[in-house]
């Protein structure tokens, strides 16, 4: 019993300090911009016109994110496959 708790501890508290078992489901200008290539004020100015659509469609949008479904569908030649953004955040984290 105590195992099965400590593994179960040991996944929250990896999925909360966003350990590697976490998936974004949400990205910022700063990612957007890296993953596209584009300034972070062009990545900004997509944001919120993305935002301004899902509003206009009656969904809440949160300021400064849009979901990755999002961009996967508004963006379908890049590659925004849960790896690949993965792997650039690691990129601009080092």
Known sequence: MQIITKQITQRINSYFKGGKDMMKNSLQAKELAVILSVSKSKAGQIIRELNK??????????????????????????????????????????
């Open 53 to 94: 659509e899902l509003e206009d469609e009656g969904y809440i949008a949160i300021r400064g994110r849009i979901p990755v479904q999002l961009a996967r569908k508004k963006f379908p030649y890049h590659d925004l496959s849960d790896q690949r953004i993965m792997e650039e955040l690691k990129k601009e984290n080092e």
